[in-house]
């Protein structure tokens, strides 16, 4: 298996992908949050003293979505077509499912990733003085398309 991210000398790279095809990529990523009761309800009424937890945590995903190269050292910055966060409000948390959108040589899975993770992220700060207890689990990539490898899907 030949690393992408590594030259012949073990150096660390970013991938030339100046060959590569400009093609329509989507992205789809999910992750969850799990809050006590009270908390959720705080945020479910836009009871909770810093705002609206639903609403500061969409726009911190996709803003994170287009600044993902800022943070993960080797990804290239993309041009992003289009980005949505759906916040779900769930028995026990809430479930947050990005979508990102971009035409060009590389695929912007860690950019789904990333607008997940920093929405988990903005709704922990935004609720820990009600439930610092919070767990964010099950950040993973739901399902991508475009590029060399096609079309692929997580097991159920």
Known sequence: MTLTHLDAKGAARMVDVSAKAATRREAVAEGFITIADAALTAI?????????????????????????????????????????????????????????????????????????????LTIYDMAKAMDRGMTMSGIRLLKKSGGRSGEWQAPA
């Open 44 to 120: 479910r009424d836009q009871a909770v003293a810093k705002g609206d937890v639903l609403a500061v945590a969409r726009i911190a995903g996709i803003m994170a979505a287009k600044r993902t190269a800022d943070l993960i050292p080797l990804c290239h910055p993309l041009p992003i077509d289009a980005a949505t966060l759906d916040l779900t409000i769930e028995a026990t948390g809430i479930r947050a499912v990005a979508t990102v959108i971009t035409t060009h040589g590389t695929g912007v899975e860690m950019e789904a990733l990333t607008a997940v993770s920093v929405a988990l």
